[in-house]
């Protein structure tokens, strides 16, 4: 059957600026031989692993992307919002991005609820650290598709202490220094962490509220900067319902919720598998991590779906058929390859028609 496959990637670019543009920095700008191998590394990627829908994060030249994109098959892209530039040259917070081998009906930026927000204790001035982008792609035997792009807040400290402590009293003792670093290390990474789950919890409440208005499937791609299982974005997998009957529980938290692709994958290979149980158990592949800082790794990068992807779901159309992390620019960087990739595995997943 005709597009039996759909494929899927989330794709931090990593400083994605066109010379002369410098990012965050006045001398953090690309030479124009840094930037070919650069366009050249995204579009061999590309070119090799054919992903479908690609949402992209960490684009400060959203135009020169368009026009890569295009080269490589992608008639449709859509961007939401503008990074920040300042004296002329310097930019700062990039956006988000998206690419679509198959018609984009819609873009627009996710608008937080203000009066949820307010109701849980944010301020009424709350928005999301990088605009949501939302495009509604036309896909072949689904039809209208909502693709949710993010990048969700950074565990970054939201205080600088140079910023709210006196620069002569740091500078006179190292302890008080150190002291003053730790306290606003402590407060302002949990500063980054309000911020980060509050922003995931009132996308998915928009989410759902869409999904109810008009019963399109959902896909949630992006760098989310923090771990799934963390409890800070614990409820973007919400799989519980208190004071509802088991029965109600059960249906609407599969029509509304989202559940991680990887999840999707590990079931349908158990699930085709005719091996006992134990040796299914065993054959599963380990999870890849998406970053490496120092000697720790971890998981950030991330697709959710919703049950019109899962195949447990009795009318569900497709199902996780692969599931793939790109790391060998991070595991086994070549320069002359590599010099110029990204900070991030990119994860794509592929999802086979069912019969």
């Not at 600026?17 to 590394?41: C, H, N």
């Not at 490589?72 to 930019?91: K, T």
């Not at 938290?253 to 349908?268: G, I, M, N, P």
């Not at 005719?274 to 991330?302: C, F, M, Q």
């Amino acid at each position: 059957m005709e597009n039996s496959k759909l494929k899927i990637a989330t794709f931090n670019l990593f400083n994605y600026l066109e010379p002369p543009g410098a990012f965050y920095d006045f001398d953090r700008i690309y030479s124009i031989e840094q930037w070919t191998k650069k366009q050249k590394w995204v579009s061999d990627y590309l070119a090799q692993y054919q992903p479908d829908i690609i949402g992209f994060q960490e684009v400060f030249s959203p135009d020169s992307l368009k026009q890569l994109v295009a080269t490589q098959g992608y008639a449709y892209f859509a961007v939401i919002d503008a990074p920040q530039v300042i004296d002329d040259f310097i930019y700062r917070s990039p956006v988000v991005a998206i690419a679509s081998r198959y018609p984009i009906v819609e873009a627009n930026a996710v608008q937080p609820d203000i009066t949820l927000a307010q109701s849980i204790g944010l301020s009424e001035e709350f928005s999301f650290s990088r605009k949501v982008l939302r495009a509604t792609v036309d896909v072949p035997h689904l039809g209208n598709c909502d693709c949710y792009v993010v990048h969700f807040k950074s565990k970054r400290s939201m205080i600088d202490v140079d910023d709210v402590t006196n620069k002569e009293v740091l500078e006179n003792s190292a302890e008080k220094s150190i002291i003053e670093h730790l306290k606003g290390s402590i407060a302002g990474g949990w500063g980054s962490s309000i911020q980060r789950g509050s922003e995931a919890a009132l996308l998915l409440v928009d989410m759902i509220q869409r999904r109810e208005q008009t019963t399109n499937p959902m896909v949630l791609m992006g760098d989310f900067n923090n771990t799934l299982s963390d409890g800070i974005l614990r409820h973007l997998q919400t799989d519980s319902l208190r004071f509802v009957s088991k029965f109600d529980s059960e249906r609407y938290l599969q029509k509304y919720c989202l559940k991680d692709s990887w999840d999707l994958f590990e079931a349908a290979q158990i699930n085709e598998s005719t091996e006992p149980a134990e040796l299914k158990a065993a054959k599963l592949n380990v999870r890849s991590p998406t970053h490496y800082y120092g000697e720790t790794s971890s998981i950030l990068d991330y697709i959710l779906l919703s049950c019109e992807f899962d195949a447990s779901y009795q009318d569900s159309l497709y199902q996780v058929s692969e599931y793939h992390t790109y790391d060998r620019h991070l595991i086994n960087p070549i320069f002359e390859r590599d010099g110029e990739s990204t900070d991030h595995g990119i994860v794509l997943i592929t999802m086979a028609l069912r019969e």
